[in-house]
């Protein structure tokens, strides 16, 4: 129950744009669940077998297809949208996690997207 709590708070920091994320995702996570990081990050781990950081990336690159899906944005709103520090960083994610640059996603025709709730 506590792993599906923090799923649900990193997704809940991606309903807002732009991310401001004003502190770190364990400072926060710890904070809001009042429990300390390295056990949260452990549990996570154990019973997802991925970290809370990549999975919050995995949340991100989501978000990052919808809003190529929705044509309003370019590249570089889009990794202001979501606090990437460069257009670059976001690139070499969206490739590493996806298989394909944001480029040959948005000129596909084969949009896959997964529901937040089956990312793993």
């Known amino acids: ?11 809940e920091q991606l309903d ?18 009042h429990r300390d990081y390295k056990a949260l990050s452990k ?9 809370i950081e990549k999975y919050f990336i995995k949340l991100k690159i989501e978000k990052v297809k919808e809003l190529i899906q929705l044509k309003q944005h370019s590249f570089s709103d889009i990794g202001y949208l979501l606090d990437y520090s ?26 896959k997207r997964n529901y937040y709730d089956e990312i793993m």
């Not at 807002?16 to 669940?33: A, I």
């Not at 549990?43 to 970290?51: A, N, V």
């Open 1 to 11: 129950m506590l792993v599906e709590r923090i799923k649900i708070i990193l997704i």
């Open 16 to 33: 807002e744009l732009p991310l401001t994320l004003k502190v770190k995702t364990s400072e926060h996570l710890s904070s809001t669940l």
């Open 43 to 51: 549990l996570f781990s154990s019973k997802e077998k991925t970290t």
């Open 86 to 111: 460069s257009v670059n960083h976001l690139s070499r994610q969206f490739k590493d996690v996806v298989g394909m640059s944001m480029t040959d996603y948005k000129n596909t025709e084969n949009w």
